[in-house]
Structure formats: C-alpha cells, structure tokens
C-alpha cells in the first residue's frame, strides 16, 4: 500500500539547474497538489490538479511547471533554480466528491522532497 | 483573504499535562476545519476534521477539537500528553469557492517534557 510517493528525497542543485520532483499516487485520487514547506511560513499551495489534463495555480507558481497527463503521476518542475527555492516539497493527493466543493480536504501526503539549491 | 491563525510556534508541556493548541480563522461563512500532524521527517498526516456534523470532534491518538463560532476558533486538545505525541501540527481551514484548497496555519510545534 504506497500511497504517494515522492523521489527524490534529497536533492542539491546549483543555481540556474532544472530538475524535475516526481510524485505517483496508487489511491485513483482525482485532485494532486504540490506544497512548500519553509520554516515559520507552515505549508504554502504551489500547484494543483483537479484530473488529468488540469492544472491551476497555486499561491506561490513563479518558477515552477506541472502536467497531469496521467490519474497517477502530477511531477513538478523546476524551471531554473534559485537559492529562494530551497524547502521542501510534498506532494498530496484526495478524492472529488460530486457537488459544488468537490475536495473533501483530507489530504495524503508524501514523504517530501528537501531541496538545496546552492 | 481567508486565513488561519495559529497562536504560538512553540508549545512545551510535561508528560501527563494538557494539551491546548491554538487555531482561529477569519470567514464569514462556516468552513470545513482541520488538523494535521507532522512528526519529524515525514509528510502530514490528519488527525481530525470538523465538516458542521458536530461542534466537538474527536481524532486520533486521544486528540480532539471544538468549534466555536462564535470565537471562531478551532482549538485543539487532549488531556494527557504523551512524549509520542511530540510533533508540529497544523490548522487547515476549507472554504467553498476556494477550489478545493486548504490554508495552512504556519503551525505549532509541540515539545512534551518527560
């Protein structure tokens, strides 16, 4: 039973770099998102999917992409690294419900993925 | 904008004492409210939700939270703390119209003394 799992968990990049996170669910989740987590700031949204071929912005996009070509797998990708990039990233998927608010707010979430950018 | 609040980074207790972690939100709708744990090095995990079926809801691992709307408040507690249950932990908050996505309070780190 994995869940969602995130790779890789460690990465050190120099500035300028691009890399991609992945992240892979096994639960048939319909909404993934994609969250940094800095010290003192909590968990801020970066990007998000509601199904395959969907994605929105989140609070904090600038510098990253994300594609939802399949349920499964919502990779992140960063563009060219910078130093305001370091954190760590989790990657959390749910259900839809039918209805107007659709996510039921109950989240999964990875691992995380704890970025350096130098 | 929505927000969450949560009121002190830092929580130390003793091994046996209550608990009592903070969390107000500004809406002028009710929302759906969370709490999620994070114990170090892993991802978040939930502990609890209120959806307006019950003003007091109860989580796992002893822990539960009342809402208060008229304070609106969500705070959450537990009567005897236990050195597992050293954590951070986050306030979540739901609205309609938001898309689905939940505000994240900046969290609370708990500390239990043995």
């Known amino acids: 039973n994995a869940g969602v799992t995130q790779t890789p968990k460690f990465q050190v990049l120099k500035t300028g770099q691009s890399m991609t996170l992945q992240c892979a669910q096994d639960?048939?989740?319909?909404?993934m998102s994609w969250y940094r987590q800095d010290p003192g700031m909590g968990l801020r949204l970066i990007h998000y999917?509601?199904?395959?071929?969907?994605?929105d912005q989140g609070e904090v996009p600038n510098g990253y992409n994300v594609s939802r070509s399949t349920t499964e797998d919502f990779p992140l990708r960063l563009l060219s690294a910078a130093p305001s990039q370091t954190s760590v990233y989790f990657c959390?998927?749910?259900?839809?419900?039918?209805?107007?608010?659709?996510?039921?707010?109950?989240?999964?979430f990875g691992e995380g993925s704890r970025l350096t950018v130098l | 904008a929505q927000s969450v609040t949560q009121l002190g980074s830092h929580v130390s207790v003793s091994e046996g004492a209550l608990v009592l972690l903070r969390c107000n939100y500004s809406?002028?709708?009710?929302?759906?409210l969370f709490w999620y744990v994070q114990y170090p090095n892993q991802g978040l995990q939930l502990l609890l939700k209120?959806?307006?079926?019950?003003?007091l809801v109860k989580g796992i691992n002893g822990f539960e939270a009342e809402f208060k709307k008229s304070e609106t408040s969500f705070h959450l507690t537990k009567p005897s703390a236990h050195m597992s249950d050293a954590a951070e932990y986050f306030c979540?908050?739901?609205?309609?119209?938001?898309?689905?996505?939940?505000?994240f309070g900046k969290g609370t780190k708990l500390s239990v003394k043995p």
């Open positions: 809406s002028s709708v009710p929302p759906y």
């Open positions: 959390a998927s749910s259900k839809l419900l039918p209805g107007p608010l659709g996510v039921t707010g109950e989240l999964f």
């Open positions: 979540a908050v739901l609205y309609g119209g938001s898309q689905g996505n939940l505000i």
């Open positions: 999917s509601v199904g395959a071929g969907i994605t």
């Open positions: 209120y959806t307006s079926a019950a003003t």
């Open positions: 639960m048939n989740h319909e909404y």
